[in-house]
């Protein structure tokens, strides 16, 4: 990616944005979306705290730690809460993620430090697994998955949004909107998608 800097700032304030947003839709809803916000504001606030800019915010040696306790947390919830819906399984796999590029960030998990000729990214100053990126087949696969993952929603957000104003306004206000909840997530994959690729 060029201008590394850049990207880990934006990808920090989009995150950071949708986690506050799904902060948001936790007001008003029904008990399972309120429960599905709550899962997605903390997968965009950890996001935003991964991709902040290592060079101005170094991480702690336990930062990662955390990292790893907190979504293997979250992982094990979606795995509960899946058995009602099956969209925790898309938050299964997303805090599955986060412990993985954790773990691939965390430093001392590799032999060396990863960073050619200079050009630093999201993840500058981290120790890499054995190999740059983590597993390649590992990282290949959530690559995919995310990749169909945003296109699938960007083509559900189309049609919510051609809806228009003749569906009538919705009860909850705008918190509770479902084209704004579907373009958290869409958000929130798009980043993860660019999290992955910058590992």
């Known amino acids: 990616m060029h201008g590394p800097a850049m990207s880990g700032w934006l990808l920090m304030t989009l995150c950071g944005f949708t986690g506050a947003y799904c902060l948001l839709r936790m007001r008003s809803g029904t008990e399972e979306e309120r429960r599905t916000a709550r899962a997605e504001a903390v997968m965009g606030f ?14 702690p040696a336990w930062g990662w730690a955390v990292y790893v306790v907190l979504f293997g947390g979250a992982a094990l919830r979606a795995l509960w809460f899946a058995r009602r819906n099956g ?9 599955l993620a986060m412990v993985y590029m954790a773990l691939v960030m965390a430093p001392g ?11 630093q990214s999201v993840h500058r100053g981290h120790q890499m697994a054995q190999v740059p990126g983590g597993v390649p087949l590992l990282t290949g696969m959530l690559l995919v998955y995310y990749a169909a993952y945003v296109l699938r929603s960007g083509t559900r957000l189309i049609p919510v949004a051609a809806a228009g104003p003749a569906d009538g306004p919705t009860s909850g206000g ?17 980043a993860m998608f660019a999290m992955l690729l910058t590992l």
Do not use: K, N
């Open 46 to 59: 950890g996001m935003a705290a991964m991709a902040a800019p290592a060079a101005v915010f170094p991480p």
């Open 109 to 119: 998990s590799g032999t060396a430090s990863h960073g050619a000729g200079g050009v």
């Open 174 to 190: 705008w918190g509770a909107r479902p084209e704004l909840a579907l373009a958290c997530r869409l958000t929130m994959g798009i």
């Open 87 to 95: 969209h925790h399984l898309h938050h299964l796999i997303g805090s």
